[in-house]
Antibody
Framework: EVQVVESGGGLVQPGGSLRLSCAAS????????MTWVRQAPGKGLEWVAN????????NYADSVRGRFTISRDNAKNSVFLHLNILRAEDTAVYFC???????????WGQGTLVTVSS | EIVLTQSPATLSLSPGERATVSCRAS??????LAWYQQKLGQAPRLLIY???KRATGIPTRFSGSGSGTDFTLTISSLEPEDFAVYYC?????FGGGTKVEIK
């Protein structure tokens, strides 16, 4: 059974940092791109970043480029999102998903909530 | 950047009725479109990928169609569990969502 589980969210002050983790199981992890998507409270979905199979290609939304870093550890079947210089508008549930191709995500985790507030 | 505009924002229907959700892209690109269903407090669930293919375990009452700039998600006969928010997606762009609510 394919499973994707995010962790690492929490309350952080503006300007702070956080590392989100996404643990995958039930499939050949190193064969798939992985993607992070976020959803601010009461709002729609926003694509954040993706990473290719071996971690050599990284892409970011304009809103997070230069502040967030995506990475992966294929030995641990995990993908990470490092969030730096956090702003109030980064407050959201962050979802990790398996990328079918063309950013179509067929398996999603339950999400992890990041709250940026003083 | 492609902008995806969904309509209507809210659709009020009764169980058993047909639901049609539209997604219009600001430009035509030869890239497949996906549709997701999201219920309150849950992660999105992939319904349709590559514009018209049903994802694993998705009932046949869900169908996707379209090309160019105009795409449609159709639910042929609404079941109680289908009342939710639906999003279209093309690459890194999501539509604003359509809420299908009980009339």
């Amino acid at each position: 059974e394919v499973q994707v589980v995010e962790s690492g969210g929490g309350l952080v002050q503006p300007g702070g940092s956080l590392r989100l983790s996404c643990a995958a199981s039930g499939f050949s992890f190193n064969s798939y791109w992985m993607t992070w998507v976020r959803q601010a409270p009461g709002k729609g979905l926003e694509w954040v970043a993706n990473i290719n199979q071996d971690g050599s290609e990284l892409n970011y939304a304009d809103s997070v480029r230069g502040r967030f870093t995506i990475s992966r550890d294929n030995a641990k079947n995990s993908v990470f999102l490092h969030l730096n210089i956090l702003r109030a508008e980064d407050t959201a549930v962050y979802f990790c998903g398996r990328n079918l191709g063309f950013e179509q995500l067929d398996y999603w985790g339950q999400g992890t909530l990041v709250t940026v507030s003083s | 950047e492609i902008v995806l505009t969904q309509s209507p924002a809210t659709l009020s229907l009764s169980p058993g009725e047909r639901a049609t959700v539209s997604c219009r892209a600001s430009q035509s690109v030869n890239i497949p479109l996906a549709w997701y269903q999201q219920k309150l407090g849950q992660a999105p669930r992939l319904l349709i990928y590559d514009t018209f293919k049903r994802a694993t375990g998705i009932p046949t009452r869900f169908s996707g169609s379209g090309s160019g700039t105009d795409f449609t998600l159709t639910i042929s006969s609404l079941e109680p569990e289908d009342f939710a928010v639906y999003y279209c997606q093309q690459l890194t762009n999501f539509g604003g969502g359509t809420k299908v609510e009980i009339k």
